[in-house]
Nanobody
Framework: VQLVESGGGLVQPGDRLNLSCSIS????????IGWFRQAPGKQREGVIS????????NYADSVKGRFTISRDRAKNTVYLQMNNLIPDDTATYYC?????????????????WGQGTRVTVGS
């Protein structure tokens, strides 16, 4: 099983950025895909998730109204759309796969992780 993130980069405050998480080696219609982030010197935090059976979303309060998550089932890819980015969004973003139901934003529930993609907001 392999998860590969892409789409990170340097943007300005207020910009938008789309990240992709391409999944290979497994295809699931249960469990969840979550996006997590870790800023330098800070703990990893859950950002947003989508359940693979019914598409329910869970959001961290810090990104509600700005970030959305979607899935292209045919491509086995999950997308993170980030709008109105702020400097506090600067972090390495990871996607992860959980076999457990619910899509909770708890890193302990996720089994497979990507290597991360860096997002920098500001100069």
């Amino acid at each position: 099983v392999q998860l590969v993130e892409s789409g990170g980069g340097l943007v300005q405050p207020g910009d938008r950025l789309n990240l992709s998480c391409s999944i290979s080696g497994i295809f699931l219609d249960f469990g969840a895909i979550g996006w997590f982030r870790q800023a330098p010197g800070k703990q990893r935090e859950g950002v947003i998730s989508i359940t693979l059976d019914d598409g329910r979303r869970n959001y961290a309060d810090s990104v509600k109204g700005r970030f959305t998550i979607s899935r292209d089932r045919a491509k086995n890819t999950v997308y993170l759309q980030m709008n109105n980015l702020i400097p506090d969004d600067t972090a390495t973003y990871y996607c992860a796969l959980a076999f457990r139901l619910g899509g909770r934003l708890s890193a302990d529930e996720y089994t497979y992780w990507g290597q991360g993609t860096r997002v920098t907001v500001g100069s």
